[in-house]
């Protein structure tokens, strides 16, 4: 079951970096041809939060299924 619950846990992170990988090879692809960034403050820090979250989910849940022995 723990083999299991990591494997699904893994594949919907994965999905959920892929995605955000994309993004960010966009926003990194208008920043090359345009100079600047086509994201306003608020959605600058909306993204920034979101990327944040992503790496806090994956930390936390992944900490779950490696929990030290003596728990």
């Known amino acids: ?8 846990a893994l594949d919907y992170y994965s999905q959920q970096t892929a995605a955000l ?10 920043l090359e041809r345009k100079g600047r960034l086509d994201l306003s403050g ?4 909306r993204y920034i939060g979101r ?17 030290p022995d003596i728990t």
């Not at 723990?2 to 699904?8: D, E, G, K, W």
């Not at 990988?21 to 208008?30: A, F, S, Y």
């Not at 608020?42 to 820090?45: G, L, P, T, V």
């Open 21 to 30: 990988l994309e993004e960010t090879n966009h926003h990194t692809q208008v």
């Open 51 to 67: 990327t944040l979250n992503l790496k806090n989910w994956i930390s936390e849940n992944l900490y779950i299924f490696d929990s």
């Open 42 to 45: 608020s959605k600058m820090i």
């Open 1 to 8: 079951m723990l083999n299991v619950a990591q494997s699904v």
